[in-house]
């Protein structure tokens, strides 16, 4: 079996070097087309209050992005995903405040060290099953609420914290020099989403993100194909921390100012909402999760409707999403509606895992549980 | 560091506290044996249940009335839930069905903005008159809202307890609890349990929503994720004894309100829950989840 699937891996690596087929060539220049209009044409055409609201949705199409490789590829769900992106945004402004470094090397240390704090996390409920992983993201949330509330965002003060609430000119938090004007930024957040989105597809297209497909598919199934599971959880989930890490840095510099009230618990929960009505198995889910999130709050603030109607929506929307499954719209696989790249190991392992199962179960549990509670 | 009299009030608080998670906590695990739904909602059908009961207050409703009142607004919406959305997610993964539960979660939420607005800093409270009475013990004053919430944890989780042993209808729910197929099989009628088990969690959503309006505070926000204390509770009892539940939650809401005292802890005493769940996933031995999830699978 081990020899059979090491045989596709170089099988499906040779395809992959092949120049890319007509339909992909028109799927990139349609992407690309639609990604200069994005970048030369909104500024162009949109009020500076949409433009605020597109930067916002950029920053947030990393967090969808991030939350949709865990839930998508790996079959992981957390509930704390605007906490981590607010720990981001915590690294940042204090970065930001206390040294001159260049804006993109103080995106990848905000990066990297929500990263470290994701892993820490993580660690102890990766082990586990999935329920227990989103049960204690929704408590971190809470947390880190907690923990916001007391600690404040830096504004320019001095110490650890950098905060001083006696301050009575806050300075803004900086912006990059080349992109201090709301256009430029905008442009910045974008190519910076873009960077995150090649990130991400350059982790789905190899290993790991075959790893993550068997491991949704079946962990025991995995696990007896030689995955090493927990490493491969451990790194979806850091690099979902990682890219909102750095969506936390660039939203530190969208707003300018941050206050600890902006990152409360039920955003996490919303969040997750939005992202599976946008669909988590394609990275355009991500786009219309951010959209959902923060481009229709916008408009109907601007007609002057209540966004609570929005809160309602979305709640409908998780339960159709959940319910009546639509094609890659769901946790659980459509094996027909979305065949990802690696979906002939997948189907490998699935068999494999039908096998095995019962096999490995009995593995695993020798004393029987109790169950009488 | 403050004296042992600084701390005195706050193990009763504490205690009434960690009761009300308790009976939180053995719904929630009753639930999830009997259906796999680990309900998210449940602070936000509590939030509802009380707001609702306030409203009726206002207008001039009698006291019981209102109560009575909260009690079924949970029930209900968790009745019609379950009843809903249970059998058409019976199959599925645990960890989808509670994310549903979240869907649930957020129009609850967004019905409470919306109807019970918080922007325009009107504060809310509700008040049992059983707030008024009490006693000491020692120097310690104790209201009978404080022996009521810590007597209904006790009572409800003795009692689910004797429930699930002794009645027919809890031994249906432990069968369904091992295998809802073979138990549909023997002739017990699955459906109509389940929809026993989701009345049963809403009553009990209903009372914590009640007793921690009144403990906590009687607001929307407050209320939905003061469920995340008890979920703490269930995790650290890995979704399956009561008894581990009851005690857990007790020692969350004694060691939550004993902290307030300690000026440097003070602020952080709200991660108390956290704090202990993931010390508690620590130490817990992959194993048996394995195992677990075998089961469920």
């Not at chain 1, 639609?34 to 949705?57: A, R």
């Not at chain 2, 914590?208 to 407050?222: N, R, S, W």
């Not at chain 2, 602020?267 to 469920?296: C, G, H, I, K, W």
């Given at each position: 079996?081990?020899?059979?699937?090491?045989?596709?891996?170089?099988?499906?690596?040779?395809?992959?070097?092949?120049?890319?087929?007509?339909?992909?060539?028109?799927?990139?220049?349609?992407?690309?087309?639609?990604?200069?209009?994005?970048?030369?044409?909104?500024?162009?055409?949109?009020?500076?209050?949409?433009?605020?609201?597109?930067?916002?949705?950029?920053?947030?199409?990393?967090?969808?992005?991030?939350?949709?490789?865990?839930?998508?590829?790996?079959?992981?769900?957390?509930?704390?995903?605007?906490?981590?992106?607010?720990?981001?945004?915590?690294?940042?402004?204090?970065?930001?405040?206390?040294?001159?470094?260049?804006?993109?090397?103080?995106?990848?240390?905000?990066?990297?060290?929500?990263?470290?704090?994701?892993?820490?996390?993580?660690?102890?409920?990766?082990?586990?099953?999935?329920?227990?992983?989103?049960?204690?993201?929704?408590?971190?949330?809470g947390a880190i609420t907690v923990v916001l509330a007391t600690l404040n965002f830096?504004?320019?003060?001095?110490?650890f914290t950098?905060y001083?609430g006696?301050?009575?000119?806050?300075?803004?938090?900086?912006?990059?020099?080349?992109?201090?004007?709301?256009?430029?930024?905008?442009?910045?957040?974008?190519?910076?989403?873009?960077?995150?989105?090649?990130?991400?597809?350059?982790?789905?297209?190899?290993?790991?993100?075959?790893?993550?497909?068997?491991?949704?598919?079946?962990?025991?199934?995995?696990?007896?194909?030689?995955?090493?599971?927990?490493?491969?959880?451990?790194?979806?989930?850091?690099?979902?921390?990682?890219?909102?890490?750095?969506?936390?840095?660039?939203?530190?510099?969208?707003?300018?100012?941050?206050?600890s009230i902006?990152?409360?618990?039920?955003?996490?929960?919303?969040?997750?909402?939005?992202?599976?009505?946008?669909?988590?198995?394609?990275?355009?889910?991500?786009?219309?999760?951010?959209?959902?999130?923060?481009?229709?709050?916008?408009?109907?603030?601007?007609?002057?409707?209540?966004?609570?109607?929005?809160?309602?929506?979305?709640?409908?929307?998780?339960?159709?999403?959940?319910?009546?499954?639509?094609?890659?719209?769901?946790?659980?696989?459509?094996?027909?509606?979305?065949?990802?790249?690696?979906?002939?190991?997948?189907?490998?392992?699935?068999?494999?895992?039908?096998?095995?199962?019962?096999?490995?179960?009995?593995?695993?549990?020798?004393?029987?549980?109790?169950?009488?509670? | 560091?403050p004296?042992?009299?600084?701390?005195?009030?706050f193990?009763?608080?504490?205690?009434?506290?960690?009761?009300?998670?308790?009976?939180?906590?053995?719904?929630?695990?009753?639930?999830?044996?009997?259906?796999?739904?680990?309900?998210?909602?449940?602070?936000?059908?509590?939030?509802?249940?009380?707001?609702?009961?306030?409203?009726?207050?206002?207008?001039?409703?009698?006291?019981?009335?209102?109560?009575?009142?909260?009690?079924?607004?949970?029930?209900?919406?968790?009745?019609?839930?379950?009843?809903?959305?249970?059998?058409?997610?019976?199959?599925?993964?645990?960890?989808?069905?509670?994310?549903?539960?979240?869907?649930?979660?957020?129009?609850?939420?967004?019905?409470?903005?919306?109807?019970?607005?918080?922007?325009?800093?009107?504060?809310?409270?509700?008040?049992?008159?059983?707030?008024?009475?009490?006693?000491?013990?020692?120097?310690?004053?104790?209201?009978?809202?404080?022996?009521?919430?810590?007597?209904?944890?006790?009572?409800?989780?003795?009692?689910?307890?004797?429930?699930?042993?002794?009645?027919?209808?809890?031994?249906?729910?432990?069968?369904?609890?091992?295998?809802?197929?073979?138990?549909?099989?023997?002739?017990?009628?699955?459906?109509?349990?389940?929809?026993?088990?989701?009345?049963?969690?809403?009553?009990?959503?209903?009372?914590?929503?009640?007793?921690?309006?009144?403990?906590?505070?009687?607001?929307?926000?407050t209320?939905?994720?003061?469920?995340?204390?008890?979920?703490?509770?269930?995790?650290?009892?890995?979704?399956?004894?009561?008894?581990?539940?009851?005690?857990?939650?007790?020692?969350?809401?004694?060691l939550h309100d004993l902290l307030t005292p300690i000026t440097s802890l003070t602020n952080y005493r709200d991660m108390t829950p956290f704090v202990?769940?993931?010390?508690?996933?620590?130490?817990?031995?992959?194993?048996?989840?394995?195992?677990?999830?075998?089961?469920?699978?």
């Amino acid at each position: 079996m081990g020899a059979d699937l090491s045989l596709r891996n170089t099988a499906d690596r040779r395809t992959s070097r092949r120049r890319p087929a007509r339909p992909q060539l028109i799927k990139i220049a349609t992407i690309t087309v639609l990604l200069l209009f994005v970048l030369f044409g909104f500024p162009q055409l949109l009020s500076l209050y949409y433009i605020d609201t597109m930067t916002q949705v950029a920053v947030y199409s990393m967090v969808t992005l991030a939350l949709g490789v865990l839930v998508g590829w790996v079959g992981l769900v957390s509930l704390g995903q605007v906490a981590v992106l607010a720990i981001g945004a915590w690294v940042a402004a204090r970065l930001l405040f206390a040294t001159t470094q260049p804006y993109p090397v103080v995106l990848l240390e905000a990066g990297l060290i929500t990263m470290v704090a994701g892993v820490l996390i993580g660690l102890p409920a990766l082990r586990l099953r999935g329920l227990y992983l989103a049960l204690i993201t929704l408590m971190f949330a809470g947390a880190i609420t907690v923990v916001l509330a007391t600690l404040n965002f830096p504004n320019g003060g001095h110490g650890f914290t950098g905060y001083n609430g006696s301050l009575v000119h806050i300075p803004p938090i900086r912006r990059p020099s080349i992109a201090s004007s709301d256009p430029a930024y905008f442009r910045y957040s974008v190519i910076v989403a873009i960077l995150m989105f090649l990130l991400v597809l350059a982790h789905t297209k190899t290993k790991p993100g075959r790893a993550w497909a068997a491991i949704r598919q079946s962990e025991p199934a995995a696990l007896a194909a030689g995955i090493n599971t927990t490493l491969y959880k451990l790194w979806a989930f850091a690099l979902a921390s990682f890219i909102t890490g750095v969506a936390g840095g660039v939203l530190a510099g969208a707003v300018h100012y941050l206050y600890s009230i902006g990152f409360p618990t039920q955003d996490s929960i919303t969040l997750l909402a939005v992202t599976l009505m946008g669909g988590v198995y394609s990275m355009w889910g991500a786009v219309v999760a951010a959209l959902l999130y923060q481009f229709l709050p916008a408009l109907l603030n601007n007609w002057g409707v209540s966004a609570d109607w929005l809160t309602i929506l979305f709640g409908l929307g998780v339960l159709q999403v959940l319910t009546t499954a639509p094609a890659g719209l769901a946790i659980e696989i459509v094996e027909e509606a979305h065949p990802p790249p690696a979906s002939r190991l997948q189907n490998n392992l699935t068999r494999m895992g039908h096998c095995l199962a019962p096999w490995l179960s009995s593995l695993v549990s020798c004393p029987k549980p109790n169950t009488s509670s | 560091m403050p004296s042992w009299s600084d701390f005195e009030p706050f193990i009763v608080s504490g205690l009434a506290l960690g009761g009300v998670y308790a009976l939180s906590g053995v719904g929630l695990v009753v639930l999830y044996r009997a259906t796999g739904v680990l309900y998210l909602a449940f602070g936000a059908v509590g939030a509802m249940g009380a707001l609702t009961a306030w409203s009726l207050g206002q207008a001039g409703a009698p006291g019981w009335l209102t109560w009575l009142v909260c009690i079924a607004v949970a029930a209900a919406i968790t009745l019609a839930y379950g009843v809903l959305f249970g059998p058409a997610l019976a199959k599925r993964d645990p960890l989808v069905k509670a994310v549903a539960t979240i869907g649930l979660t957020l129009i609850l939420y967004g019905l409470m903005d919306l109807l019970w607005t918080t922007s325009g800093g009107e504060a809310r409270s509700l008040t049992l008159p059983s707030d008024n009475g009490g006693f000491s013990v020692g120097q310690i004053q104790v209201n009978w809202t404080q022996v009521i919430a810590l007597g209904a944890g006790v009572v409800l989780t003795v009692g689910t307890g004797l429930f699930l042993r002794f009645t027919k209808l809890g031994t249906a729910m432990r069968a369904m609890a091992n295998d809802r197929e073979i138990t549909a099989t023997l002739g017990v009628p699955v459906r109509r349990v389940e929809a026993a088990a989701w009345l049963g969690c809403g009553v009990l959503a209903g009372i914590a929503g009640l007793l921690l309006a009144d403990l906590v505070a009687l607001d929307a926000t407050t209320l939905t994720f003061l469920v995340i204390s008890s979920l703490a509770a269930v995790l650290i009892a890995r979704l399956r004894s009561i008894t581990i539940t009851f005690v857990a939650a007790i020692v969350i809401g004694l060691l939550h309100d004993l902290l307030t005292p300690i000026t440097s802890l003070t602020n952080y005493r709200d991660m108390t829950p956290f704090v202990l769940a993931a010390a508690a996933l620590l130490v817990m031995p992959r194993s048996q989840v394995m195992a677990q999830s075998r089961e469920e699978a």
